[in-house]
């Protein structure tokens, strides 16, 4: 029996018929896995990620998700569309496309009541993501109310209450200050310790290394490059600044000019 999660093959998107967002895609998922899409804004990360979640569906190419080629007809089928939602999950970039509900309790609760989750399950998980984010404070504040890290960590977890077997997470730390970043990037790796498939689009380099097994860098002309370990991909300066993930600092120390790559990051 296959291992594989997801496997795309020559996958094209454009958004309304003249703006190309990916131009190619070939990729396999295994169960398992942890996976860093990286590349600068506009290289087609979130695109990817909402293809994977069956948002969006390629103009050109295929996607088969479980086995079953992802289109948009497959999910007027309510059991294949019930069954793929808990097992697929996704943290958008912008966190407020997540939250909609009077109050962040009510957020976070929505998704796995709509799946049908027992109340007890529910009440139990989202004990442990209270503790876990530190959202306890703000469980009865309208998410509108919230900061931007504030808003991300209610996103996530709405997200990982439902405890799907995939995890799909689009800048899961931008904004984020460095504790609550940390606080993230434990809690995917014990999610990934479960038994989870992770994939996770970054320009945040810092946190590839403990998020990824494998790294795929995505270009401005919206295909992959590159795909490697993390040390590989991550020592490779030309081809990190050539994708504008790292730039040229320079500084004066003793009347001498200094240069040396930065990373592109949320966060020192």
Request: with cysteine.
């Amino acid at each position: 029996m296959s291992n594989s999660i997801f496997e795309l093959k020559d996958v094209r998107f454009t958004y309304l018929g003249k703006f190309p967002a990916l131009c190619g895609i070939d990729l396999i998922v295994s169960k398992g896995e942890k996976i860093a899409v990286v590349g600068a804004n506009g290289s087609g990360k979130s695109t990817l990620l909402h293809l994977l979640d069956g948002l969006i569906f390629p103009d050109k190419g295929t996607i088969r998700a479980f086995g079953q080629e992802l289109k948009e007809g497959v999910f007027n089928d309510e059991s294949f569309s019930r069954d793929f939602r808990k097992k697929v999950g996704l943290v958008f970039q912008n966190p407020e496309v997540q939250l909609f509900c009077p109050t962040v309790k009510e957020d976070v609760v929505f998704g796995p009541l709509q799946l049908g989750m027992a109340k007890a399950t529910i009440a139990k998980r989202l004990e442990g993501l209270i503790a876990v984010l530190g959202i306890k404070d703000l469980l009865d504040r309208s998410p509108h109310q919230l900061s931007i890290g504030e808003k991300r960590k209610v996103a996530i977890a709405s997200t990982l209450i439902i405890d799907s077997d995939v995890l799909l997470l689009d800048e899961p730390t931008a904004g984020l200050d460095p504790l609550t970043t940390r606080h993230i990037v434990d809690l995917l790796i014990q999610e990934h310790k479960s038994g989870k498939t992770i994939i996770v689009s970054t320009h945040d380099l810092h946190i590839v290394e403990e998020l990824a097994d494998t790294v795929y860098v995505v270009s401005q002309e919206k295909q992959i490059v590159k795909s490697g370990k993390p040390q590989e991909i991550l020592e490779d300066f030309q081809l990190l600044q050539a994708h504008n993930l790292i730039h040229i600092h320079r500084h004066t120390h003793d009347d001498t000019i200094h240069t040396h790559p930065h990373l592109h990051t949320e966060h020192h």
